[in-house]
């Protein structure tokens, strides 16, 4: 899986945070979303799509990832 | 796809029915009758309702519709509402980059390892409007005594305002959000307040503390009069939304022992039953204004550019096919998917505080007062239908 963030979309609603803490997170400097992890374990796929799906500037696209390194 | 207005049969905003926590009945009916439907406003004016989830959130998060009140055709539920967000509208009714520029000026204090460093604090404040409870006796009034001063005195540490001056603020809130103020009460109470933060962020400017109306103060690029509407917004959004959420979670929750005794055996449990209970009880019950600016098909409905369109998070948050029996309160359910903050670029900034303080508020009342009961019938409290902000007047309690 290949989580992509486009900060300018986001709204600093915090929906990410609290659905997948181990994958977003907010920046201080900025209040924008950050990534922990674009590549995160298989366990937390279902957090991920909720979180994309949650976002309300959609902010965050998930890809299934492609195979190649 | 419906291209013409059918004669419009509902009249917002509609008065509740039997149950004080279901959506008005009209609403339902609308509701299922289509996800979108026409209404008209009390103005006369034509406008459509919005009540299906995913419309919804196409509503609120597409470019094409504008919370932008100048804008021709903007959907107003009463002259106080047209009035408010035309003199000095704060961001909640402006779109992006306008918005942008200024919600990001304060979404810094609102995120949500800002607001987890923020709970011991926030613990301590509902401490201590118990501590006061229990040592005037066994019985209060849990709104005035507590569903009321614990988000106001959160919300006044944050922006740097005084607490000693609550009662003008509260009242002026309260006059804000209801229905039934006249146009000259609404605006005199948004000349108050208004008045009242500009001269206290004019006095941040020169003494500034630790708090976002001294931080606002002492930026160049934001005017005094952009200052005043941001600091209006977070201090009336600010206490009033949890304050009724608390008072109302309060009843709903104590009419099911069953679930009150699940709650208290676990209280890991809370995090979840506070988003059912945002999405049982919807507390911005009147539905969120905005104004199309282009011909747009939602829900095989055709609505045309300037026609107004007010989305419904009630009935959205009633939606069976993803909530299932979601006309029952059921604290185990997983309701993340609903709606009671809004959805697009305007979704509640003080999400995560209106959280942290629901969680440790409820919590902590569940269990110090572990014979919490209303003493009065349910018959007798006063829902208040009429405000922007459902809630109940006030709720007598002993424990
Ligand atoms: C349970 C409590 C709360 C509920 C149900 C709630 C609900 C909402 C809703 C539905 C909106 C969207 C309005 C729209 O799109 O037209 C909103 C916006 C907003 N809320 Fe809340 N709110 C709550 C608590 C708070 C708190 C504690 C604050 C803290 C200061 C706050 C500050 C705001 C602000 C500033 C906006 C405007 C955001 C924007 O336009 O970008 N709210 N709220
Ligand atoms: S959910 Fe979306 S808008 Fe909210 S903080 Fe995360 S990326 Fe930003």
Redesign the pocket.
Known sequence: MQVILDQDRC?SSGQCVLTAPEVFGQSDEDGLVMLRRSDPEPGLYADVRLAAALCPGGAITVGEATGTP | MTTTPTTPTLTLPAAHGSCPFDPPPAYDRAARQGSVTPAELLDGEFCWLVTGHQEVRTV?SDPRFS?DARHPGFPFLTPGRRALAVNNP?????DDPE?ARL?RM?TKD?LVHKVDAMRPGIQRIVDGAIDRMTAAGTTADLVTDFALPV?SL??CL?LGVPYQDHELFQAQSRTLLDNRATQSAVEAAQRGLTGYLTELAEEKRKHPGDDMLSRLAAREDVSPAEIAA?GL???V???E??A??TALSTVALLRRPEQVARLRADPGLVRGAVEEL?RYL???QSG???VALKDVELGGTLVRAGQGVL?M?STANRDEELFGTADELEVSRDARRH?????????????P???A??QIALETLLRRLPGLRITVPEEELVFRGHSV?YGVDSLPVAW
């Open positions: 709204c | 609120l919370a704060s961001f909640i009714r402006m918005h919600r304060v609102f988000p959160v919300i944050l941001t917004l977070l201090l959004a600010g206490h939304t949890t009724n959420m945002l919807t507390i911005v969120l204004p905005r989305a998070l709606l009671a903050f809004g959805f697009g670029v305007h979704q509640c900034l003080g999400q505080l209106a959280r303080e629901l902000v």
